[in-house]
């Protein structure tokens, strides 16, 4: 059975960070591209960053890009991201997702993925 449980979400004020993580298990994580996606209240879910399974390359969407780093640790079966200079519109719920295969360029439409956490809710006061 294929599980993917967020964690690290909360409360933090403009500028600060929050590292999420992802801890998977029921597959190989070297065969998967991993994603995170955000969702804000009111607002479609965007995807925000993935790493491919082929070579790490690492991708971002335009508005994270410089604050936000994601990341794998194949050992512990985990994927990261590491957010700093949070800002207000960085708040919502956030899901980790897996789907086969590798890619060159950034899966950033949730279709793409086969596997969902439950979401960890990030909230950046102002």
């Known amino acids: 059975e294929v599980q993917l449980v967020e964690s690290g979400g909360g409360l933090v004020q403009t500028g600060g960070s929050l590292r999420l993580s992802c801890r998977y298990s029921g597959f190989v994580a070297d065969d998967y591209t991993m994603g995170w996606f955000r969702q804000a209240p009111g607002k479609e879910r965007e995807g925000v960053s993935s790493?491919?399974?082929?070579?790490?390359?690492?991708f971002y969407s335009d508005f994270v890009r410089g604050r936000f780093t994601i990341s794998t640790d194949n050992a512990k079966n985990a994927l990261y991201l590491q957010m700093n200079n949070l800002i207000p519109e960085d708040s919502g719920d956030y899901y980790c997702?897996?789907?086969?295969?590798?890619?060159?360029?950034?899966?950033?439409?949730?279709?793409?993925?086969?596997?969902w956490g439950q979401g960890t809710q990030v909230t950046v006061s102002s």
């Open positions: 997702a897996a789907s086969w295969g590798a890619t060159a360029t950034f899966m950033r439409r949730g279709s793409d993925y086969d596997y």
């Open positions: 790493i491919s399974a082929s070579d790490g390359r690492t």
